[in-house]
């Protein structure tokens, strides 16, 4: 999951090798203005008026990343009315496979499955990790409040 993307950025200028001082330097430059041109961006979305007509589709990629992980998940207090119900073994899903298609393990007796409105189901402890990043169910796609 995202958390910074300052530590992003900075994290691949540094794994990026076995470059000389002069192009480390240029690249830190660039870096530091492709995020100060993204933040500017950033200002303007919030403040309502950025027109997404005028960025091109790679800017509008680059933006959607940056600010990602805060528009497309779902809030702790949203996540917490989705109530974990107690697998048995033997108990009749939709699908007759028991599985998490998350974490590609068939459900254990007495496991804590989530199963969303669109009636997909999976381990509690992968779903909600899941809907903080993207509120929509990963078969089909289908958005848990929508
Ligand atoms: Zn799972
Ligand atoms: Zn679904």
Redesign the pocket.
Known sequence: MPRNRHVHVNTEVRHSGSMSVTSQLALDEAVAKALQYYENKLAATRQDDIDPDDMNYEELQALGEAIGAETRGLSDELISFLTPSMYATGFVLRDEHAECVICCMPYEDQAALIT?????HYHSDCIRPWLKINK???????EVFG
């Open positions: 969303l409105p669109c009636e997909h929509a169910c990963p078969i089909c796609g289908e």
